[in-house]
């Protein structure tokens, strides 16, 4: 089982619509969550990350943490074709001084 | 500030040269990581470095090198260049209080061996 799962997509979504990324991770003491997008050809840059269980919103973007499934999401409401790129999610575990990055999921949003 | 800076952004090497892509970091972060990343994958981490002096091996480490004798700086050495080096590679670093701080990249070194 991979440390950190995401499904791969591509994942298409029309203009305006929610987009939800999922990811899963192995480790229940991990301690840290992170999204960074990835345009293509581009460094990874940081969306948003959330470390307590429950909702963090950030303007259009929500990440939503539940250590107890271990899993957490990022839902992007009115999704604009801007939206576009690759979704990496990252984990780490306080101490491990390292994250764990998913492969990411693919995301295209259609005019 | 210019945050994380690698050079070179491209590069092509023949198989079995040596090259040094550069790292520099402005942040006074002591943290900072190199990933190698290939097509349609995520971030595979290669080594990192906790503060001057220290540095330890990731998932990936065979056929790299690296070295951490300031805090700005973090160099990674190829050795050999094999066509399994072929990838993007990205730098990055982050505070002092790991557990809940972002990563920062620099932009990548695109890199290929024929």
């Known amino acids: 089982q991979k440390e950190v799962e995401q499904n791969s997509g591509p994942l298409s979504v029309p203009e305006g619509a929610i987009a939800s990324l999922n990811c899963t991770y192995s480790?229940?003491?991990?301690?840290?969550f992170f999204w960074y997008r990835q345009y293509s050809g581009k460094s990874p840059e940081l969306i948003m990350f959330i470390y307590s269980n429950g909702d963090k919103e950030d303007g259009r973007f929500t990440a939503q943490l539940n250590k107890a499934s271990q899993y957490v999401s990022l839902l992007i409401r009115d999704s604009q074709p801007s939206d576009s790129a690759t979704y990496l999610c990252?984990?780490?575990?306080?101490?491990?001084?390292?994250?764990?990055f998913g492969q990411g999921t693919r995301l295209t949003i259609n005019p | 500030n210019a945050g994380v800076t690698q050079t070179p952004k491209f590069r092509i090497l023949k198989i079995g040269q040596s090259m040094t892509l550069q790292c520099t970091q402005d942040m006074n972060h002591n943290y900072m990581y190199w990933y190698r990343q290939d097509p349609g994958m995520g971030l595979k981490l290669i080594y990192y470095s906790v503060g001057a002096g220290i540095t330890d091996k990731g998932e990936v480490p065979n056929g790299y090198n690296v070295s951490r004798s300031t805090t700005e700086d973090f160099p990674l050495r190829l050795e050999l260049a094999a066509p399994s080096q072929t990838s993007v590679y990205f730098c990055?670093?982050?505070?002092?209080?790991?557990?809940?701080?972002?990563?920062?990249f620099g932009d990548g070194t695109r890199l290929s061996i024929l």
């Open positions: 990055a670093s982050s505070g002092t209080e790991f557990w809940n701080q972002p990563q920062h």
């Open positions: 990252a984990v780490n575990r306080r101490g491990a001084q390292k994250l764990v």
């Open positions: 480790d229940r003491g991990s301690q840290s």
